[in-house]
């Protein structure tokens, strides 16, 4: 199987504040993940890619000191929103590659965030 | 021209209708060929693969890729209403590069 997984799956936080969510591969290993964003009924918008050990590639109009990205491991990846608004507010959701695959992603089941 | 397009729909069938999903693409050298299923308010879930031309058949679903056409389809046969959610392709050239998605065609299967 290629199982990713996402903490927390909801989340509310107060305007100012910092949250983190972690992304993780649970029986493969991930030497790519991605983060994405997604409005209602929008698309997919990339956020950053997460290489293991190196500093994400951030897209265009994505503000690195604001997402904050650590993949520590071949396993895990945080998001961490910091100082969140509540524009920031939103689903967002990561993906995995796997080491030895080629192509495909594998997604976790998203984290909504609200900012109040 | 954008890099990928997927007509958003939304797009309605009668339960066990064989329904016909399309994306086109202007990048010759995108490899991989993939179809997600995404339900409200969920990441999105593989449902297919397939590296370069050819067709994929996995129960209900058949994934075909023309290359020369740059053009995907995926089609479902014996629609249920459960397969009511929405379904992105996406291609990419290899597993470390990001992979670039439609926009999503929307489907509403009725019982």
């Known amino acids: 199987g290629a199982v990713v997984s996402q903490h927390p799956s909801r989340v509310i936080c107060k305007s100012g504040t910092s949250v983190k969510i972690e992304c993780r591969s649970l029986?493969?290993?991930?030497?790519?993940m991605f983060w994405y964003r997604q409005f209602p009924k929008k698309s997919l918008m990339l956020m950053a890619t997460?290489?293991?050990?190196?500093?994400?590639?951030?897209e265009q109009g994505v503000e690195k000191d604001k997402f904050l990205i650590n993949h520590a491991s071949l396993t895990l990846s945080t998001l961490t929103v910091t100082s969140a608004h509540p524009e920031d507010s939103s689903f967002y959701i990561c993906?995995?590659?796997?080491?030895?695959?080629?192509?495909?992603?594998?997604f976790g089941p998203g984290t909504r965030l609200t900012v109040t | 021209q954008k890099e990928v397009e997927q007509d958003p729909g939304p797009l309605s069938v009668p339960e066990g209708a064989i329904v016909s999903l399309n994306c086109t693409y202007s990048n010759s050298a995108f490899q991989y060929f993939m179809w997600y299923r995404q339900y409200s308010r969920k990441g999105p879930e593989l449902l297919m693969y397939?590296?370069?031309?050819g067709n994929k058949e996995d129960g209900r679903f058949t994934a075909q890729v023309d290359k020369s056409s740059k053009y995907i389809s995926l089609f479902i046969r014996d629609s249920q209403p459960s397969d009511s959610a929405t379904y992105l392709c996406?291609?990419?050239?290899?597993?470390?590069?990001?992979?670039?998605f439609g926009k999503g065609t929307r489907l509403s299967v009725i019982a």
């Open positions: 996406a291609m990419g050239n290899s597993g470390n590069t990001p992979l670039v």
């Open positions: 029986d493969f290993q991930a030497t790519t």
């Open positions: 397939t590296y370069s031309s």
């Open positions: 993906s995995a590659s796997k080491v030895a695959g080629a192509g495909e992603q594998y």
């Open positions: 997460s290489n293991e050990g190196s500093k994400a590639t951030y």
